[in-house]
């Protein structure tokens, strides 16, 4: 593993990268899929899928103590064998590979059909795909620095729906739990698909400079992230009310409507420019992640060498996956929750507790 990556980053950085790696693309969609289950309690849903959160980043931080120089395509083979352990390295690297597409078709399908209409959509694909491969050969640290900026512009211009206080009725959060708690639930369980991918860090954790501060990093980017789409779920409720869950990009349509003293008005430009700043890291780190996976599986020296034709891949695989936003709404709805929980938070547990049945059959032999 220190042949392939050599950089190390801050566990305060893993926080910066990590948190629009989680929300970038989540933050437009996730209200409209929320609300359509939990209708005025979305606000809450937040919460109940950050569980998922805590509970992934725990898990990969115990992972991470057991095995803590290598990352999961490594340690499954010591796991689980040579075999089934190569088995589940190209099914891992495989979803990361398959999800990193659909972020760039989400990425597109967003500015082609709300700001750039007559621009064709392969142009950001290629465009956010050439920038995040430039970034991945330059390693971790490279990526870990421009997260930092990136993520704070990011955070920065958010605060902007604060603009819209004066706006909001409370009282379309009211009755609390009409329909009592299964619709939070629900719409709770929508949030785990993107909680899920806090997995990730396994893949972060071997580079940190610091080894005991992993695990906090962890939980507290998980915090923000709960935060933040507790924030912007409280407004599109307040704001659009049950209608949110009609819109497929309800913040989009809330930010609309932000004018100060009637002067500054059109900050959807703002929003859009930040958006594509969180979506550079994610794709960012999605891509490093997916490259350094198949470095290691292959066997790779250095996973550098296979950024750009990777690249090229997941450009087309990103239009070949997915072919209008209605499928992609139904899959983001009905499968994908499921899908990375399943990947990303059950697998990694199994992993775990066979990672700690050996060792304790070994300790006491």
């Not at 590979?97 to 392969?122: A, C, K, S, W």
């Not at 909001?168 to 639930?185: A, C, K, Q, R, S």
């Amino acid at each position: 593993m220190t042949m392939i990556e050599k950089g190390q980053i801050s566990s305060l950085q893993i926080e910066f990268m990590m948190v629009p790696t989680i929300i970038a693309t989540g933050i437009l969609s996730i209200p409209s899929i929320a609300g359509k289950y939990a209708q005025h309690d979305m606000w809450m849903t937040p919460i109940v899928g950050s569980l998922i959160g805590f509970i992934t980043v725990y898990i990969t931080w115990k992972l991470y103590q057991l095995y803590p120089k290598l990352t999961p395509i490594q340690y499954s083979e010591i796991i689980l064998g040579k075999a089934v352990g190569k088995i589940f390295s190209l099914f891992l690297v495989s979803f990361y590979i398959h999800n990193t597409g659909l972020i760039i078709r989400q990425y597109t399908d967003f500015i082609t059909g709300n700001v750039m209409f007559e621009t064709p959509g392969v142009f950001f694909s290629i465009s956010i795909m050439f920038v995040s491969a430039l970034a991945v050969r330059g390693g971790i640290e490279v990526i870990a620095r421009t997260a930092v900026i990136c993520t704070t512009l990011y955070l920065i211009t958010s605060l902007s729906l604060l603009l819209l206080i004066k706006d909001i009725d409370v009282t379309y959060m009211l009755p609390i739990f009409e329909n009592g708690l299964l619709p939070v639930i629900k719409g709770g369980f929508v949030h785990t698909a993107w909680f899920s991918e806090f997995f990730l860090l396994s893949f972060l954790f071997p580079f940190v400079n610091s080894k005991n501060t992993g695990l906090k990093s962890g939980m507290k980017a998980s915090l923000y992230v709960m935060l933040i789409l507790l924030y912007v779920n409280f407004f599109v409720l307040t704001l659009l009310a049950d209608s949110s869950a009609n819109q497929f990009y309800p913040v989009y349509s809330i930010v609309g409507a932000i004018s100060v003293l009637g002067f500054f008005e059109n900050f959807e430009a703002i929003i859009t420019a930040s958006w594509i700043l969180g979506n550079y890291v994610k794709v960012s780190v999605f891509l490093y992640v997916a490259s350094l996976g198949l470095a290691q599986l292959l066997r790779l020296s250095d996973y550098r060498s296979i950024v750009f034709p990777l690249s090229l891949l997941l450009i087309f695989f990103s239009y070949w996956d997915i072919p209008n936003i209605v499928i992609l709404a139904d899959y983001m709805t009905k499968i994908q929750p499921f899908y990375f929980v399943f990947v990303q938070t059950i697998l990694p547990l199994f992993l775990l507790l066979i990672a700690l049945a050996r060792l304790k059959r070994s300790e006491s032999s």
